[in-house]
């Protein structure tokens, strides 16, 4: 016990020195931020940089749940996130299966060595495991996928492993190209390509221009909704979908074609780097929740799912501001709950009005 004990003050002050730069990634701020997604208080990407939204979203929890809203994270914070509230990493050994708080720390910390970022969730899954042989491989350790007294220690002598950033891979503008057109070539969202360039999707591109390509970017190789397959779904397949499940759930498709155009330009294998997934870029937990709470039923994970549950989203969102389509579309890429706490950010005013000039014309 004082053994775990000693390892445990090791890996928090390893994380409390290295937040003193600025913009510092911490794990254990990954792994709150993991537990407050959960409970939809978080609507970015899991970075582990202890910034606005994090900040807003533990007070906001801490307020709804009777907690004074003091942004700190204590045992009463930690007992209300559940199961992805505790332990603290290094306090047990980790094997697939095991779910907490720990779990997401330690998947934050195995980001470079192949575990993908939309996998942070505090899961311990196979996958997990397989980076964490990657992990201690690279550390010369037992490479089991089992963690230890061994690998907590060599996390705490290699601190925030996890806020190292893969190579970034770039594209050179043809002639003839468009944000869409280089979206579709690398199955990323054209508003994420846009954005790893810190353009906006109406600047004007031109040929021989590099533009930053997104995580995920994939050349060849398409996948659907995160199986392999063959050809992809024809676009008027996917428009026609949209089109049915609006009818359905009384949304106007215009509004809903112009919104899954922005999220994929009607691609239904299109991964974000959050991952987001499909025609309608939906977060796998957001998907399941439709599926749960608004359906009551489990849509295939196909481009026609994702479009019906996407949609439905859509529709829930329109309801919920009152019919207003500017605050649903903000909603749908902040998060509801954050368009009513803090009103809408630059980036989301950006995302909206460009969907309101694709309105009728895709």
């Given at each position: 016990?004082r053994?775990?004990l000693v390892?445990?003050?090791?890996?928090?002050?390893?994380?409390?020195?290295?937040?003193v730069?600025a913009?510092?990634?911490?794990?254990?701020?990954?792994?709150?931020?993991?537990?407050l997604?959960a409970?939809?208080?978080y609507?970015?990407?899991?970075?582990?940089?202890d910034?606005?939204?994090?900040?807003?979203?533990?007070?906001?929890?801490?307020r709804?749940?009777g907690?004074?809203?003091?942004?700190?994270v204590?045992?009463?914070?930690r007992?209300?996130?559940?199961?992805l509230?505790?332990?603290?990493?290094g306090?047990?050994?980790l094997?697939?299966?095991?779910?907490?708080?720990?779990?997401?720390?330690?998947?934050?910390?195995?980001?470079?060595f192949?575990l993908?970022?939309a996998?942070?969730?505090?899961?311990?899954?196979?996958?997990?495991?397989?980076?964490?042989?990657q992990?201690?491989?690279?550390?010369?350790l037992a490479?089991d996928?089992?963690?230890?007294?061994l690998t907590f220690a060599?996390?705490a002598?290699?601190?925030?492993?996890?806020?190292l950033?893969?190579?970034?891979?770039?594209?050179?503008?043809?002639?003839?190209?468009?944000?869409f057109?280089?979206?579709?070539r690398y199955?990323?969202s054209?508003?994420l390509l846009?954005k790893a360039?810190?353009l906006?999707?109406s600047?004007?591109?031109v040929?021989?221009?590099?533009?930053?390509?997104?995580?995920g970017?994939?050349?060849s190789?398409?996948?659907?909704l995160?199986?392999?397959?063959?050809?992809?779904?024809?676009?008027?397949?996917?428009?026609?979908?949209?089109?049915?499940?609006?009818a359905?759930?009384?949304?106007?498709?215009r509004?809903?074609?112009a919104?899954?155009w922005m999220?994929s330009?009607f691609?239904?294998?299109?991964?974000?780097?959050?991952?987001?997934i499909?025609?309608?870029?939906l977060?796998?937990?957001?998907?399941?929740w439709?599926d749960?709470v608004l359906?009551?039923?489990?849509t295939?994970?196909?481009?026609?799912?994702?479009?019906?549950?996407?949609?439905r989203y859509?529709?829930?969102l329109l309801?919920?501001f009152?019919?207003?389509?500017?605050?649903?579309?903000?909603?749908?890429?902040?998060?509801?709950?954050?368009?009513?706490d803090?009103?809408?950010?630059?980036?989301?005013?950006?995302?909206?009005?460009?969907i309101?000039k694709?309105y009728?014309t895709?």
């Amino acid at each position: 016990m004082r053994r775990i004990l000693v390892l445990v003050v090791a890996l928090v002050t390893a994380c409390a020195a290295s937040s003193v730069a600025a913009a510092a990634t911490s794990f254990s701020v990954a792994a709150l931020q993991v537990a407050l997604r959960a409970q939809g208080h978080y609507p970015a990407v899991v970075d582990g940089v202890d910034g606005p939204l994090t900040r807003t979203g533990l007070t906001a929890f801490q307020r709804k749940r009777g907690i004074r809203a003091t942004g700190k994270v204590g045992r009463a914070t930690r007992s209300a996130l559940g199961p992805l509230g505790k332990p603290l990493l290094g306090q047990r050994e980790l094997s697939v299966g095991a779910v907490g708080w720990d779990v997401s720390s330690l998947e934050f910390n195995l980001i470079p060595f192949g575990l993908a970022r939309a996998a942070v969730d505090g899961r311990f899954t196979a996958a997990t495991a397989q980076a964490l042989i990657q992990f201690q491989t690279a550390r010369g350790l037992a490479a089991d996928g089992i963690a230890g007294n061994l690998t907590f220690a060599a996390l705490a002598r290699h601190p925030n492993v996890g806020s190292l950033t893969p190579p970034v891979q770039t594209h050179v503008v043809s002639a003839g190209e468009s944000f869409f057109s280089i979206a579709e070539r690398y199955h990323v969202s054209p508003l994420l390509l846009a954005k790893a360039s810190g353009l906006k999707l109406s600047t004007i591109i031109v040929p021989g221009q590099r533009l930053t390509l997104p995580a995920g970017a994939l050349l060849s190789g398409r996948t659907t909704l995160g199986v392999a397959t063959g050809l992809p779904a024809p676009r008027d397949s996917v428009r026609a979908s949209i089109d049915h499940w609006s009818a359905v759930y009384g949304v106007d498709p215009r509004l809903a074609r112009a919104t899954a155009w922005m999220e994929s330009g009607f691609q239904e294998d299109v991964v974000s780097n959050v991952g987001a997934i499909g025609v309608m870029q939906l977060l796998p937990n957001t998907w399941t929740w439709v599926d749960q709470v608004l359906l009551g039923t489990t849509t295939p994970r196909t481009y026609d799912g994702n479009v019906q549950a996407g949609v439905r989203y859509l529709r829930w969102l329109l309801d919920q501001f009152g019919g207003d389509s500017r605050l649903a579309l903000a909603g749908y890429y902040q998060g509801a709950q954050a368009v009513r706490d803090r009103g809408l950010f630059d980036d989301t005013k950006r995302y909206v009005s460009i969907i309101l000039k694709l309105y009728g014309t895709v």
